[in-house]
């Protein structure tokens, strides 16, 4: 024991020694600091007085003006303390008394994890628990609230009869966690109640039931597992619905008509570990009795519209990397896949999905440059198989055939890719950049498709709009060769407070034509969809995946800017317009999804792209993007952006959106909305926020939403509103608004209280 004061009194009569003035003794790790602290020595107690204060080994500092304590700091009484943990934790109590180093129990106690006001340190914090008796055991790490109420602001809201929490050192500890609630119009209200059971340090087990008025009880358990080198859980789910009939007829939920979709349930697992420093492998799967079940219950990490079940490995080294996936696309809808009368329903997405058995990716580059430049090779392979045509059904373009696209083929398919490229920048001495390039692709294809997909392929050869040919081939193999040449100028212009680069910049590939183009011989699942936009313009090759090649000769040209300003602006800017020089026109060839239509490429001088945009040191950001017609320069696509995010307490952000229709991708309309969002900081602790969507092509306010939120060291509340409508794009009838309600309660240690999507429909 180390002892310091002012002043040592001895009393050998009495047998005490009485420490006075700034006294301060240590023992084992404990210190204890007093105005005057008296020790006895035929009792062996510490009684510590005026300011007095104990710090114990762990952090934990109590307050009080009266400490008795003995001498090895194991057993104790204390009046009027005051309890603070190292992670800002608080107890406080009428007296307290201390048993056996581990045991301390408090009387008339109060227990929060809120800061004290340092303005009004007698203000009751935002929540706290007043208790008869508080049982802090440092042995099983539990603290035991027995007769307590709960007040929020210093109001009582809950009567509590008894319950306990684990202690501020606990990182895990089983035992019920915070309840939660929902609702939806199908299910009824629902309670759920959480058992966590801390079985180990590194796996835990969660059991949770939830209870919906209308459903019945729905059991959930989550197994948990840690190793030096990852992690896995394992995740299942199920319920005997009572009344599937609450469900909309003729749903996935509802099950068919006179066999009611009752016994539900899911298994899913995710993991993740690393095999070394290079490698990873993992995976991420579900399994579901039908495919709507666990987007209808909300189940945690498996609720997505579109879940990817796949298996993986990755690997990492240098300038190599390796992907290779199993994968396959899981749509969660109530559509079913069968219509009444047995035929395949047109509307279902699930079905048409397709396995990839599987995916791989390679991409190398060389640490010795080759020829003064850089070399990089590329290398991808997939395997597909689809059990059912999937095709895009909607109002008729013409009236020949209903079929518009072809998106994926029943059977199947397989490509192997392999990809080199060269290139190196060579600067000349009036600043301009000279980039040569060459590259090579080759690809091996096979195809093994069912009656129905031949017969769909052939009637969509027939349709008038696309005027080409059906010339499905089982295998094929094809190449594409490229030489190709940039040339960049970027000039430095500087002003008072500023300075600016223009750089125009133009690029010549030379190619042969795209091969099999003009037919419908390839199965496109990749290259599906792109933009034609300032951020595409000088690319390669503008497809998105591997199944297309642009092919032919091209040209892109265009003019960069970017400038900064001494008082903290920047603005940037792109210009330009492609060129289809020589060749067939890749762009204005339909595939099976007539990928390039209306895309602004497919005429041999393309639109007009551009971009200009500005940010200044206050937050404040805009842009302005399009596509414009190279003619009239009417616009074909139109984006315009706004935000604010600075020392203001308030963001906002706006964007305008348009895209003219594309009858022949399938989008005989236009696309035009409106959608504006903010968040406005009231105080420290609150703010509101809000956002929308108005769709002023159906004169529809898509979504709307509006919230409010608290929150602080110790206390989160978050309550929001919002409505969603659609309506068919064609006829414009609007389908019936489903609203959300979500509010949330978070205390700290003591857990979470709400729902994040409660939602009913009128």
């Given at each position: 024991?180390?002892?310091?004061?002012?002043?040592?009194?001895?009393?050998?009569?009495?047998?005490?020694?009485?420490?006075?003035g700034?006294?301060?003794?240590?023992?084992?790790?404990n210190?204890?600091?007093?105005?005057?602290v008296?020790?006895?020595?035929?009792?062996?107690?510490?009684?510590a007085?005026g300011?007095?204060?104990?710090?114990?080994?762990?952090?934990?500092?109590?307050n009080?003006?009266h400490?008795?304590?003995?001498?090895?700091?194991a057993?104790g009484?204390?009046?009027?303390?005051r309890?603070?943990?190292p992670d800002?934790?608080?107890?406080?109590?009428?007296?307290?008394?201390?048993m056996?180093?581990?045991?301390?129990?408090?009387?008339?106690?109060?227990?929060?994890a809120?800061?004290?006001?340092?303005?009004?340190?007698?203000?009751?914090?935002?929540?706290r628990?007043?208790?008869?008796?508080?049982?802090?055991?440092?042995?099983?790490?539990?603290?035991?609230?027995e007769?307590?109420?709960?007040?929020?602001?210093g109001?009582?809201?809950?009567?509590?009869?008894?319950?306990?929490?684990a202690?501020?050192?606990?990182k895990?500890?089983?035992?019920?966690?915070?309840?939660?609630?929902?609702?939806?119009?199908k299910?009824?209200?629902?309670?759920?109640?959480?058992?966590?059971?801390?079985?180990s340090?590194?796996?835990?087990?969660?059991?949770?039931?939830?209870?919906?008025?209308?459903?019945?009880?729905?059991?959930?358990?989550?197994?948990?597992?840690?190793?030096?080198?990852?992690?896995?859980?394992?995740?299942?789910?199920?319920?005997?619905?009572?009344?599937?009939?609450?469900?909309?007829?003729?749903?996935?939920?509802?099950?068919?008509?006179?066999d009611?979709?009752?016994?539900?349930?899911?298994?899913?697992?995710k993991?993740?570990?690393?095999?070394n420093?290079?490698?990873?492998?993992?995976?991420?799967?579900?399994?579901?009795t039908?495919?709507n079940?666990?987007?209808?219950?909300?189940?945690?990490?498996?609720?997505?519209t579109?879940h990817?079940?796949e298996?993986?490995?990755?690997g990492?080294?240098?300038?190599?990397?390796?992907?290779?996936?199993?994968?396959?696309?899981?749509?969660?809808?109530?559509?079913?896949?069968?219509?009444a009368n047995?035929d395949d329903?047109?509307?279902?997405?699930?079905?048409?999905?397709p396995?990839?058995?599987?995916?791989?990716d390679?991409?190398?580059?060389?640490?010795?440059?080759?020829?003064?430049?850089?070399?990089?090779?590329?290398?991808?392979?997939r395997?597909?198989?689809?059990?059912?045509?999937?095709?895009?059904?909607?109002?008729?373009?013409?009236?020949?055939?209903?079929?518009?696209r072809?998106?994926?083929?029943?059977?199947?398919?397989?490509?192997?890719?392999?990809?080199i490229?060269?290139?190196r920048?060579?600067?000349?001495d009036?600043g301009?950049?000279?980039?040569?390039?060459?590259?090579?692709?080759?690809?091996?294809?096979?195809?093994?498709?069912?009656?129905s997909?031949?017969a769909?392929?052939?009637?969509?050869?027939?349709?008038?709009?696309?005027?080409?040919?059906?010339d499905?081939?089982?295998?094929?193999?094809?190449?594409?060769?490229?030489?190709?040449l940039?040339?960049?100028w970027?000039?430095?212009?500087?002003g008072?407070?500023?300075?600016?680069?223009?750089?125009?910049?133009?690029?010549?590939f030379?190619?042969?034509n795209?091969?099999?183009?003009?037919?419908?011989?390839?199965?496109n699942?990749?290259?599906?969809s792109?933009v034609?936009?300032?951020?595409?313009?000088?690319?390669?090759?503008?497809?998105?995946?591997?199944?297309?090649i642009?092919?032919?000769?091209?040209?892109n040209?265009?003019?960069?800017?970017?400038?900064?300003?001494?008082?903290?602006?920047?603005?940037?800017?792109?210009?330009?317009?492609?060129?289809q020089?020589?060749?067939?026109?890749?762009?204005?060839?339909p595939?099976?999804?007539?990928?390039?239509?209306?895309?602004?490429?497919?005429?041999?001088?393309?639109d007009?792209?551009?971009l200009?945009?500005?940010?200044?040191?206050?937050?404040?950001?805009?842009?302005l993007?399009?596509?414009?017609?190279?003619?009239?320069?009417?616009?074909?696509r139109?984006?315009?952006?706004?935000?604010?995010?600075?020392?203001?307490?308030?963001?906002?952000?706006?964007?305008y959106?348009?895209i003219?229709?594309?009858?022949?991708?399938?989008?005989?309309?236009?696309?035009?909305?409106?959608?504006?969002?903010?968040s406005a900081?009231?105080?420290?602790?609150w703010?509101?926020?809000g956002?929308?969507?108005?769709?002023?092509?159906t004169?529809?306010?898509?979504?709307?939403?509006?919230?409010?939120?608290?929150?602080?060291?110790?206390?989160t509340?978050?309550?929001?509103f919002?409505e969603?409508?659609?309506?068919?794009?064609?006829?414009?009838?609007?389908a019936?608004?489903?609203?959300?309600?979500?509010?949330?309660?978070?205390?700290?240690?003591?857990?979470d209280?709400?729902?994040?999507?409660?939602?009913?429909?009128?």
């Open positions: 024991m180390l002892l310091e004061a002012d002043t040592l009194v001895y009393d050998n009569d009495a047998q005490t020694v009485t420490a006075v700034g006294v301060q003794i240590e023992y084992g790790g210190r204890l600091v007093a105005q005057r008296e020790y006895d020595r035929k009792t062996r107690r510490l009684v007085t300011n007095a204060q104990m710090v114990q080994s762990d952090g934990t500092k109590i009080s003006d400490i008795d304590i003995t001498d090895d700091f057993d009484f204390v009046n009027a303390l309890v603070e943990t800002k934790t608080y107890f406080g109590a009428e007296s307290a008394e201390r056996g180093g581990v045991l301390t129990t408090f009387h008339n106690g109060v227990y929060t809120c800061e004290p006001c340092e303005d009004k340190p007698n203000k009751p914090p935002i929540w628990v007043k208790a008869r008796k508080i049982v802090w055991n440092g042995e099983t790490h539990t603290v035991r609230f007769q307590s109420n709960f007040e929020f602001f109001f009582p809201i809950a009567y509590l009869p008894a319950f306990e929490i202690d501020p050192t606990v895990q500890k089983s035992g019920f966690l915070m309840p939660g609630i929902a609702y939806g119009s299910l009824g209200f629902g309670a759920s109640i959480p058992y966590y059971f801390a079985l340090p590194t796996y835990d087990l969660t059991a949770r039931g939830t209870y919906y008025s209308k459903q019945g009880f729905l059991g959930e358990a989550e197994w948990r597992q840690r190793f030096n080198t990852g992690e896995y859980s394992i995740k299942i789910a199920g319920i005997s619905q009572q009344k599937p009939d609450a469900f909309d007829a003729g749903t996935v939920d509802s099950g068919p008509a006179g009611p979709n009752k016994l539900r349930g899911m298994m899913g697992t993991g993740q570990f690393a095999i420093s290079r490698w990873n492998f993992g995976w991420n799967v579900m399994l579901q039908d495919k079940f666990s987007s209808t219950y909300h189940i945690g990490g498996y609720a997505d579109v990817r079940s298996v993986y490995l990755t990492l080294n240098d300038r190599n990397y390796f992907d290779a996936r199993v994968m396959h696309f899981e749509v969660q809808e109530s559509t079913p896949d069968k219509l047995g329903s047109p509307y279902a997405r699930d079905p048409s999905q396995w990839v058995l599987p995916s791989i390679y991409a190398y580059i060389p640490d010795m440059p080759l020829a003064g430049g850089q070399l990089s090779v590329n290398v991808n392979t395997i597909l198989q689809r059990d059912r045509l999937s095709r895009a059904f909607s109002t008729p373009y013409v009236t020949t055939t209903d079929v518009q072809v998106s994926g083929l029943a059977g199947n398919s397989g490509r192997l890719t392999g990809e490229e060269w290139k920048s060579l600067i000349t009036g301009l950049v000279v980039t040569p390039l060459l590259a090579f692709q080759g690809d091996v294809d096979y195809v093994s498709v069912s009656g997909s031949l769909a392929v052939n009637q969509m050869a027939a349709n008038p709009a696309i005027n080409t040919t059906a499905m081939r089982s295998s094929f193999a094809r190449y594409m060769a490229t030489a190709g940039e040339l960049r970027p000039v430095l212009f500087s008072v407070g500023s300075s600016h680069i223009v750089e125009p910049m133009a690029q010549l030379v190619r042969p795209e091969q099999y183009i003009g037919g419908l011989a390839i199965p699942e990749d290259a599906q792109f034609f936009d300032a951020s595409t313009l000088f690319e390669r090759d503008k497809f998105s995946g591997y199944d297309r642009e092919g032919g000769t091209r040209a040209v265009g003019v960069r800017y970017s400038g900064s300003y001494d008082n903290g602006w920047t603005t940037n800017a792109i210009f330009g317009q492609s060129y020089l020589a060749g067939v026109n890749s762009f204005n060839s595939d099976l999804v007539n990928a390039g239509a209306e895309s602004g490429l497919e005429t041999a001088t393309s007009f792209v551009g200009i945009g500005a940010t200044t040191p206050g937050g404040l950001s805009a842009s993007s399009g596509r414009f017609d190279e003619h009239t320069f009417e616009s074909r139109t984006e315009v952006k706004l935000a604010y995010s600075g020392d203001f307490p308030v963001s906002v952000s706006a964007q959106a348009f003219e229709s594309q009858p022949l991708y399938g989008l005989p309309y236009d696309r035009e909305e409106v959608t504006l969002g903010g900081r009231i105080n420290q602790n703010r509101v926020f956002s929308g969507t108005y769709d002023l092509h004169d529809l306010i898509t979504n709307k939403g509006i919230g409010f939120a608290y929150d602080d060291e110790c206390f509340y978050m309550m929001s919002s969603n409508q659609t309506a068919d794009p064609i006829t414009k009838i609007r019936e608004p489903t609203q959300s309600i979500g509010f949330n309660l978070s205390f700290r240690t003591l857990g209280f709400g729902t994040s999507s409660s939602s009913f429909t009128e």
